[in-house]
């Protein structure tokens, strides 16, 4: 997008979850939720949004659905091309931006997005962008972070060490149920949520904040921040620590998330 008064913030997510990788396996049974959950059908045409490593739109195209997928990052989608590759499956991955979708107007029976459309810094326009793209009658379906859940604490305890640019709403807010029937307001009918949980092992608060340092771009970007601040570093990592503790049972962090699906009405 010409001008893009956010594309400085876009460059450090798309290099920061470059490092996303080894977080795949755990999101892989999400995947599958989300693609029930959706209601995929043999033979639709799908969208798969900020793909990172194309575990929703793998999935999809299992289920027999004919799919396109976006990312921002080129990392995450070698990786994407590369799990395509070994599932025997074909899928049309494409460098790109939920803000600029470059598909036409009613491409799509389903537009699907992961953890992943979220981040866009002005969710207005990755809104009208995945709905622009969606068929009247067709599906829009997401899962994000709500913000009083582990993950949405984690992104408000960095944004307290790292806050966002001016203008860019919290990402936890995308997991309120109310601020999305806000943002996609009279634009859609038979709006759903539905909560999950996904579990991720950890021998202990340090092992999964070490995890997160190693593969989080938010995680990774206050490390990263706070090198030549020792004593500001090592309070967030204790923070850090204690929320994790209190979201982990039995060496299980319980990461919870909302999933919301509606159809677009017609014009």
């Known amino acids: 997008m010409q001008n893009d008064p956010f594309s400085q913030f876009k460059a450090a997510q798309r290099e920061g979850w470059a ?3 080894p977080l795949e396996a755990y999101t892989t049974p999400a995947a599958a939720r989300l693609v029930d959950f959706a209601r995929v059908q043999r033979g639709e045409k799908l969208l798969d949004v900020g793909c990172g490593t194309g575990v929703v739109a793998v999935t999809a195209a299992r289920a027999g659905a004919r799919v396109d997928a976006l990312d921002l990052s080129p990392v995450l989608l070698e990786r994407a091309r590369w799990n ?3 599932a025997g499956i074909a899928i049309e991955f494409t460098e790109g931006d939920v803000e600029a979708l470059p598909y036409p107007d009613a491409s799509f029976d389903v537009v699907l997005s992961q953890y992943g459309h979220m981040f866009a810094p002005r969710p207005e326009i990755a809104v009208a962008e995945m709905l622009r793209v969606l068929k009247p009658s067709g599906r829009i379906a997401f899962s994000t972070w709500p ?3 582990f993950i949405g604490c984690m992104f408000n305890l960095v944004g307290q060490y790292l806050p966002l640019p001016a203008g860019v709403p919290p990402v936890a807010l995308w997991g309120d149920p109310n601020v999305v029937r806000e943002r996609l307001a009279d634009k859609v009918a038979d709006m759903t ?4 949980a996904m579990y991720i092992p950890a021998l202990s608060p340090q092992h999964a904040r070490e995890a997160f340092e190693a593969t989080a771009a938010p995680v990774v970007k206050v490390v990263q921040t706070l090198k030549d601040d020792p004593e500001r570093l090592a309070r967030f990592r204790a923070e850090l620590e204690a929320l994790i503790a209190t979201f982990t049972k039995g060496n ?4 919870q998330y909302l999933m919301t699906r509606a159809t677009k009405l017609a014009s």
């Open 84 to 86: 395509a590759g070994t």
């Open 252 to 255: 299980l962090v319980r990461q």
């Open 193 to 196: 949520f539905e909560r999950e």
């Open 147 to 149: 913000p009083e859940l």
């Open 19 to 21: 490092l996303f990788v």
